[in-house]
């Protein structure tokens, strides 16, 4: 059987990974600026998650959500305290576009609404109604169609408030920083006037924290910085540094009932372990000041690149905007500096995520071979 190739590949197979860095069947490493799409937040190959891993597996990778499952409690607490939402519950799937659609759900059960508010450069995921919310007709089948969505530019606060006045919008779904649609942060003053307005109206304030989540902006949650409140807030990416996990903080204002969501692998003994153990390092290594530190010295770094046209972000989650498209740049990064960066949907911006105990020297290692490839990169490509 061939695969469905849905996939454009890069001709590299790494094998192995070490801290901020992956290794091919050659041995030739990489440095990782990427983290694998910010799934990678302890570092690739981190003793403590494997050696909790390897014991769960031995012990007891999986059994089904009707038995009493103590991980799962352990998990809710400590993220409860890591993050410092105490005042939340915790439903747990196995992807971010999984965690969106369930805060939809419950959203709407909430309040018996379907009108969503999302905004444009978004992205939330590929299910059905994670995709609608996404902004990119190209991958919403007519099937995904099922609900009216109301788009605004990000930070247009007037316009938010203007359609939430309809009284009739079930959830306002905003990233805690746009990742894909190439790292935008929404102002505190916009975020702050939208929970207002969410209040007011008995709408949902949904955060898409999937990517900005787990102490990459350097808070726990990147929404944090402008001190808000969601109702939902949806995590997966780091929560598992590659184990397939994620989730749904709930607000106390929401009741569970049996049987209202629900999935066979969610929260299996496995993912909490994976979960702990991220949560473990995240701590105990203080790698949310990690990320805020070595962002801000990689930020202003960036910003003396003088084709650098834009630097945005907030700690490892880092969008450098060129004036030319960056795809040459990236290819000339990965072959010749091995180096792994990310894309976004706008062409000319190099995304950064690398893992969150990324070290000040590993970022000046990556600032010279930026300075590197830029110097070797055609002048037709920077033109
Ligand atoms: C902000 C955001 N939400 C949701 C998703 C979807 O996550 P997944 O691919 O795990 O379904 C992504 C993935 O890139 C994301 O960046």
Redesign the pocket.
Known sequence: MDLFKVYPLFDIRPVRGQGSYVYDEHGQAYLDLYGG?AVISIGHGHPHFVERVRAQLEALPFYSNSVQNELQEALAAKLGQVSGCEDYTLFLCN????A?ENALKLASFQNGKSKVIAFRKG????TSA?VRITDNPKIVAPINEGFEVVWHDLNDSAGVLESLAQGDVCAVVV?GIQ??GGIYIPDAAFLRAVAAGCLEQGTVLIL?E??SGYGRSGAFFAFQHAGVTPGLITV??GMGNGFPI?GVLIHSGFEAEYGMLGSTFGGSHLACAAGLAVLEVIEQEQLMANAAETGQYLMQELRQFSPVAEVRGLGLMIGASFEFPVGALRRQLLFEEKVFTGSASCPNTLRLLPPLNLSRKEAGIFLEKLHSALKKLPKTKVA
């Not at 992807?95 to 999984?98: H, L, N, V």
């Not at 992205?123 to 590929?126: A, I, K, L, P, V």
């Open positions: 799409h992807s971010g576009a999984e969106n992205f939330h995921g590929r994670a990233e990742g894909i898409d999937v990517q997966a990416k994620g």
